[in-house]
T-cell receptor, first 114, second 115 residues
Framework: DAGVIQSPRHEVTEMGQEVTLRCKPI?????LFWYRQTMMRGLELLIY????????DSGMPEDRFSAKMPNASFSTLKIQPSEPRDSAVYFC????????????FGDGTRLSIL | AQSVAQPEDQVNVAEGNPLTVKCTYS??????LFWYVQYPNRGLQFLLK??????LVKGSYGFEAEFNKSQTSFHLKKPSALVSDSALYFC?????????????FGTGTQLKVEL
């Protein structure tokens, strides 16, 4: 079975540029989560969707960050404009059902903003 | 708000010896508890979960965890460690009610198993 697929795996770009991260959840999963992982702050939940609808975006750091889920098989996380402090590994995860179900993580996008 | 504490940044153990990775949690009401493992340059992988019932939960790769409600703990254990178990381990909690399906993760514990 295909797991959660994220692209690109690595992204290096200059400050001020727009960055778009992509995620394809596991087919049939109705929850999708975006996380950010850094050494300083650990694993942070940015936003999550249920049935393509954003439910909680309280973890989105600022207006430069936006996320969409146009359909059940695709989501994007966009940063515009990007800043060096956005450098991190961004993970997408999906799950089926509610809070007692495990989340399945992609292998992440390592983002470096120069 | 819920929280998770993993008091040890790193745990070192010899191959063949038992291992324990500690986790305590704080949540309103009853918890759902999870353990995940992360290998270098990979996403988190689900190991096991506690939902209800038997306090001893068995999971993947020979790992198990014991839920202790009075001590609000959910320690991860394995009877005999392997070098291949070396990885970063995360404990996570979500309240049964009112959590909004959000998991709160601990800061992680690096497990190093040596020959």
């Amino acid at each position: 079975d295909a797991g959660v697929i994220q692209s690109p795996r690595h992204e290096v770009t200059e400050m001020g540029q727009e960055v778009t991260l992509r995620c394809k959840p596991i087919s049939g999963h109705d929850y999708l989560f975006w996380y950010r992982q850094t050494m300083m702050r650990g694993l942070e939940l940015l936003i999550y969707f249920n049935n393509n609808v954003p439910i909680d975006d309280s973890g989105m750091p600022e207006d430069r960050f936006s996320a969409k889920m146009p359909n059940a098989s695709f989501s994007t996380l966009k940063i515009q404009p990007s800043e060096p402090r956005d450098s991190a590994v961004y993970f997408c995860a999906s799950s089926i059902g509610g809070g007692n179900q495990p989340q399945h993580f992609g292998d992440g996008t390592r983002l470096s903003i120069l | 708000a819920q929280s998770v504490a993993q008091p040890e940044d790193q745990v070192n153990v010899a191959e063949g010896n038992p291992l324990t990775v500690k986790c305590t949690y704080s949540v309103s009401g009853n918890p759902y508890l999870f353990w995940y493992v992360q290998y270098p340059n990979r996403g988190l992988q689900f190991l096991l979960k506690y939902i209800t019932g038997d306090n001893l939960v068995k999971g993947s790769y020979g790992f198990e965890a014991e839920f202790n409600k009075s001590q609000t703990s959910f320690h991860l254990k394995k009877p005999s460690a392997l070098v291949s178990d070396s990885a970063l381990y995360f404990c996570a909690v979500s309240p049964v009610y009112g959590g909004g399906n959000k998991l709160t993760f601990g800061t992680g514990t690096q497990l190093k198993v040596e020959l």
